[in-house]
């Protein structure tokens, strides 16, 4: 099993930014492509960003491409998103993910993640 633990949300205003950590423990050795999703109430679970389990290539929904950057540190078993120029339209719970499949697919599917945090609340007042 994985565990994920995400910190770093909190309440920014408009224009502002925040990182979001994602600490991985457990059987971190079968980890391989990473994500970050996002859920408001009353809607499902969308996806945000996702890495290769290199690190080399990430992958952005539209709605969050040039403001937010997804990266993570395999000796420290971390996952990061840097979240700038922040909208009161990113206010969400952030949700870090983690497939343990091989390949260098960038999975942006919720089914496709078998590990999933317990979520980070990101409030952007306007």
């Known amino acids: 099993q994985v565990q994920l633990v995400e910190i770093g949300g909190g309440l920014v205003q408009v224009g502002g930014s925040l990182r979001l950590s994602c600490a991985a423990s457990?059987?971190?050795?079968?980890?391989?492509?990473m994500g970050w999703f996002r859920q408001t109430p009353g809607k499902e679970r969308s996806f945000v960003a996702a890495?290769?389990?290199?690190?080399?290539?990430?992958k952005y929904s539209d709605s969050v491409k040039g403001r937010f950057t997804i990266s993570r540190d395999d000796v420290k078993n971390a996952l990061y998103l840097q979240l700038n120029n922040l909208k009161p339209e990113d206010t969400a719970i952030y949700y870090c993910?983690?497939?343990?499949?091989?390949?260098?697919?960038?999975?942006?599917?919720?089914?496709?993640?078998?590990?999933w945090g317990q979520g980070t609340q990101v409030t952007v007042s306007s």
């Open positions: 993910a983690a497939s343990y499949a091989h390949g260098m697919i960038l999975r942006s599917h919720s089914f496709e993640y078998a590990y």
């Open positions: 457990g059987r971190t050795d079968i980890v391989r492509s």
């Open positions: 890495i290769s389990n290199d690190g080399g290539r990430t």
